[in-house]
Nanobody, 125 residues
């Protein structure tokens, strides 16, 4: 089982980035997948989660700026991040659960069984 994130980088305040997470090693097409982030000195926190049908949960502080999407055919999820702020600076992790939407909400770390290594997002002021 492997989750590989990409798309991170350095961007100025107000800029945009699109993160990708490619999954392989098992059939992820029907399970919940999500994004978490961890800023220096802080706990890892939920950002967004998505079902195989496209149902989504988004962290309140990024609603309207971040969008999560998914392409089941190639087992990839995306996080489109617009209007980035310095407080969005963090290591962003992709995660996949063993369960479908409804069994889990996808907002808690313990709901996930597989994790990527993360991709760094740095927003300069």
């Amino acid at each position: 089982v492997q989750l590989v994130e990409s798309g991170g980088g350095l961007v100025q305040t107000g800029g945009s980035l699109r993160l990708s997470c490619a999954a392989s090693g098992r059939p992820f097409s029907s399970v919940v997948m999500g994004w978490f982030r961890q800023a220096p000195g802080k706990e890892r926190e939920f950002v967004a989660a998505i079902s195989h049908r496209g149902d989504a949960n988004i962290k309140d502080s990024v609603k309207g700026r971040f969008t999560i999407s998914r392409v089941n055919a190639n087992l990839t999820i995306y996080l489109q991040m617009n209007s980035l702020k310095p407080e969005d600076t963090a290591l962003y992790y992709c995660a996949a659960a063993n369960y479908e939407w409804g069994v889990v909400r996808g907002t808690e770390e313990y709901e996930y069984d597989y994790w990527g290594r993360g991709t760094q997002v740095t927003v300069s002021s």
